[in-house]
């Protein structure tokens, strides 16, 4: 579990909550911060507003991404690295045919589909361009999610501003009776609040998280492809490592010489 999503998560709740007990009022002020006909116009005009922009398997495979965001990767850079350079010491020993055992206790399914290409003998371009054209597909998927949460985040205040209009013409229609002007101007002030929560509390580090995790993840594939090419071509192991750590900042450099034994690839 990422433990950074959760705690932000909570935390920016918590914080809300605090502002909002810490005056005289004490826990009593909550109440005042509840309105029924407020969450109906924000959060289902918000909701109603994304369900027009998407098909339904879209907007249903959007709010399940909700939960990605409190995902932590199952891998890294370093990690993808070493199990490259493993694979081409296997194949460098053993031959490329060894590598299908290998791919048959993979986890990532990306990694062992260009393995099993590599093994059937596919030509190095035609290689390239399937696996890049699977990681131009999961992109585009991840996009589609991310387009979701910014949307939200779009539609959030918009209704929250809308609500406002309809409380603000309520509170004028009946200046006359001032017992309605402190229900409508409340109407008119927890839209806007709540259409800022749905922008800033939810929407945006949902769509920021996750724009965060596809890069990771891209990433990863790039580095997956760029091995898988050097290990169909014979390429030393120790030069498919020095390749592959250009992907990786200084730290991560560092990190990875000093867990690997000073960054020996294999043999020469």
């Known amino acids: 579990m990422d433990i950074a999503s959760l705690v932000g998560f909570i935390g920016g709740f918590a914080l809300i909550i605090l502002g909002i007990i810490s005056g005289d009022a004490g826990v009593s002020a909550l109440g005042n911060f509840i309105d029924l006909v407020s969450v109906i116009i924000t959060f289902g005009g918000t909701f109603m507003g994304l369900l027009m922009s998407n098909a339904m398997s879209d907007y249903i495979a959007g709010l399940k991404s909700f939960t990605l965001i409190f995902k932590a990767p199952k891998a890294n850079e370093s990690e993808t690295i070493k199990q490259i350079i493993d694979l081409s010491n296997t194949a460098r020993k053993e031959g490329l045919l060894a590598l299908e055992e290998a791919a048959n206790s993979m986890e990532d399914a990306f990694m062992k589909k260009g393995v099993l290409l590599i093994v059937d003998g596919t030509d190095p371009d035609l290689l390239r361009a399937i696996l890049e ?20 985040a779009a539609m959030g205040p918009a209704w929250g501003m809308i609500g406002t209009l309809v409380g603000l013409v309520n509170m004028l229609k009946n200046l006359s009776d001032s017992s309605s002007i402190g229900p409508n ?20 580090p949902c769509a920021n998280k996750l724009g965060v995790d596809n890069g990771i993840e891209i990433m990863l594939k790039e580095i997956t492809i760029e091995g898988l090419l050097s290990i169909q071509a014979g390429e030393n192991p120790r030069v498919i490592e020095e390749k592959l750590k250009s992907f990786l900042s200084p730290k991560q450099r560092d990190a990875y010489t000093e867990a690997n034994g000073g960054g020996d690839g294999g043999e020469s």
Not at 185 to 204: D, E, H, K, Q, R
């Open 133 to 152: 054209t699977e990681l131009t597909c999961i992109e585009d998927r991840h996009k589609k999610n991310i387009t979701f949460w910014s949307n939200m």
């Open 185 to 204: 101007m409340a109407v008119a002030l927890l839209t806007t609040l709540y259409g800022s929560m749905i922008a800033n509390w939810i929407a945006t």
